[in-house]
């Protein structure tokens, strides 16, 4: 883990401009928006055993030399249509009031982004997200307006809240406790990060959010910067865990910061979830995973408890990895 003097002698070399870059090099990255990528790519890299299905849909995209972009919305499209994954798309759990609200955000390291917020009805909500990248001025849509949108974009209206999923809500009702659960084990939502060989990079992160949440309530999964944040030249990150905790602290955007630094993605990691550690009490409670990657195709993971894991898929090979993680005892 990185400690205090290292974090400031690096923050006083940036602040005498050693990590900062010179000229001559921006000139050059000015002149070839590829050139500061580099390293062991095409790979992908997903949150949860569930990525590994999503990996492979990806990979296809990534292999063929199609784009970041394209990959990890066919990635997360995956979970998205499985009636089993109960935090995401179709078969997500519900809200306390019975209704699948969804929410999902998309990024493209060159800063272009969509996302959409509270969604009922619509299975997809990444592709929704990337019309709303692709196709508006605007970066969030949100509730009535981003199924409205999504309908005039041919999108299908569906019931998203399955038997099993509608069960599970029942059984909440009989004493309907009111409590955020986002535990060790209860999660499912996918964060997918990208490079593709023509060396950019982007993340995609779907979610039905916390389960039995209060009607209307939104995580941190599709505010950009919070849940999911891409720069083709640092790298990306992406969270999964109780939302409220990433939102605070920004998670996504500061890993992004800290490799912009000098750090290893791992290192970000770590320091990212030390943040949440010094500034949000009771933490402790709550899980938290962070993935990152960098240019060169580096990667980091780690949690505020055991218990999270992610799936790399990189020169033929297909890994799902356990995290490191904070709380040991
Ligand atoms: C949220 N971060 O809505 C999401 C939930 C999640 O695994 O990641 N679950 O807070």
């Known amino acids: 883990m990185i400690n205090r003097r290292k974090f400031i002698s690096r923050t006083a070399l940036a602040a005498m401009g050693i990590l900062a870059i ?41 292999e063929s030399g199609g784009s970041a972009v394209d990959a990890v919305e066919q990635g997360v499209r995956v979970p998205e249509a499985d009636p089993d994954n109960l935090s995401v798309g179709l078969g997500g759990l519900p809200d306390r009031d019975g209704h699948v609200t969804l929410d999902a955000s998309i990024m493209k390291g060159n800063g272009e982004c969509g996302s959409v917020t509270f969604l009922e009805h619509i299975k997809h909500p990444i592709s929704v997200a990337r019309l709303v990248m692709d196709k508006t001025p605007h970066v ?41 659960v986002i535990n060790i084990e209860n999660h499912d939502t996918i964060g997918m990060l990208a490079i593709d060989k023509q060396h950019h990079i982007a993340g995609a992160c779907t979610t039905s959010g916390v389960s039995f949440k209060m009607h209307g309530r939104v995580g941190d999964s599709p505010v950009i910067g919070a849940g999911l944040y891409a720069d083709d030249e640092v790298g990306a990150a992406t969270a999964t865990g109780m939302g409220e905790l990433v939102l605070k602290t920004l998670g996504s955007f500061l890993l992004v910061e800290f490799m912009r630094n000098g750090y290893s993605p791992q290192e970000a990691c770590e320091e990212g979830i030390k943040r949440i550690v010094e500034k949000i009490p009771g933490y402790e409670n709550f899980q938290i995973g962070y993935l990152a990657v960098n240019t060169s195709g580096e990667t980091g993971a780690y949690a505020i408890h055991k218990g999270f894991n992610y799936a790399l898929f990189r020169d033929g090979k297909f890994e799902l990895i356990d995290s490191d993680y904070y709380l040991k005892s």
């Open 22 to 62: 010179p000229a001559w090099l921006r000139a050059v990255k000015a002149a070839s928006p590829v050139f500061p990528l580099r390293g062991n790519t095409p790979m992908v890299i997903s949150t949860w055993n569930h990525g590994y299905e999503a990996n492979e849909a990806a990979w296809k995209v990534l």
């Open 140 to 180: 969030i849509l949100s509730g009535e307006g981003a199924l409205q949108f999504a309908l005039e974009n041919g999108f299908g209206k569906e019931n998203l809240l399955t038997e099993k999923a509608k069960k599970a809500w029942e059984e909440w009702l009989v004493k309907a406790e009111y409590e955020p």
